[in-house]
T-cell receptor
């Protein structure tokens, strides 16, 4: 089983739609979680951290379920500019190795 | 701040040649990561340095790959000899501490013919 798994998509949604991505991780000792965004032919950039109690940043909401070992990202009122690949990231162990999922591709259509 | 600087942006070489990728992390950052990205395998961690010391190199594919960080402002990833299956985008990233936000360079697109 891969350490971090995501549905590769693509998710094709109309503008204004709500879309949710899930990510599962295999190491129950993982402590920190993030969502990164990667545009085509660009480098990944941090979108948001994921906190135990869940957190929101504008149209974006991240949730963590430690019991089931998954994290989620919810995007409300999708914009064309949200089209990108969303990468789930888990920190392995105490050394700080960041392990990336393969990403979920989102395409928002007009 | 100029961000993480990688060079070259593109490298095309023939199988068997030596390839050296370079990275300058953000000044003051003490953690540096090398990743490789392909369509098939996604973003794979190759090696991670903290305070110039390699902490985890378990992701380095084989002995053909080596990485160094002689000082806090420079790191290299070397492939010798290169093979077509090494073709990928190689990213360098740095952070202020191991579990902090990663800042990525623009990557090096490597093509081995």
């Amino acid at each position: 089983r891969k350490e971090v798994e995501q549905d590769p998509g693509p998710f094709n949604v109309p503008e204004g739609a709500t879309v949710a991505f899930n990510c599962t991780y295999s190491n129950s000792a993982s402590q920190s979680f993030f969502w990164y965004r990667q545009d085509c032919r660009k480098e990944p950039k941090l979108l948001m951290s994921v906190y135990s109690s869940g957190n929101e940043d504008g149209r974006f909401t991240a949730q963590l379920n430690r019991a089931s070992q998954y994290i989620s990202l919810l995007i409300r009122d999708s914009k064309l500019s949200d089209s990108a690949t969303y990468l789930c990231v888990v920190i392995r162990g105490s050394q700080g190795n960041l392990i990336f999922g393969k990403g979920t591709k989102l395409s928002v259509k007009p | 701040d100029a961000g993480v600087i990688q060079s070259p942006r593109h490298e095309v070489t023939e199988m068997g040649q030596e390839v050296t990728l370079r990275c300058k992390p953000i000044s003051g950052h003490n953690s540096l990561f090398w990743y490789r990205q392909t369509m098939m395998r996604g973003l794979e961690l190759l090696i991670y340095f903290n305070n110039n010391v390699p902490i985890d190199d378990s992701g380095m594919p084989e002995d053909r790959f080596s990485a160094k960080m002689p000082n806090a402002s420079f790191s290299t990833l070397k492939i010798q000899p290169s093979e077509p299956r090494d073709s990928a985008v190689y990213f360098c990233a740095s952070s202020g501490s191991p579990a902090a936000k990663l800042f990525f360079g623009s990557g090096t697109q490597l093509s081995v013919l």
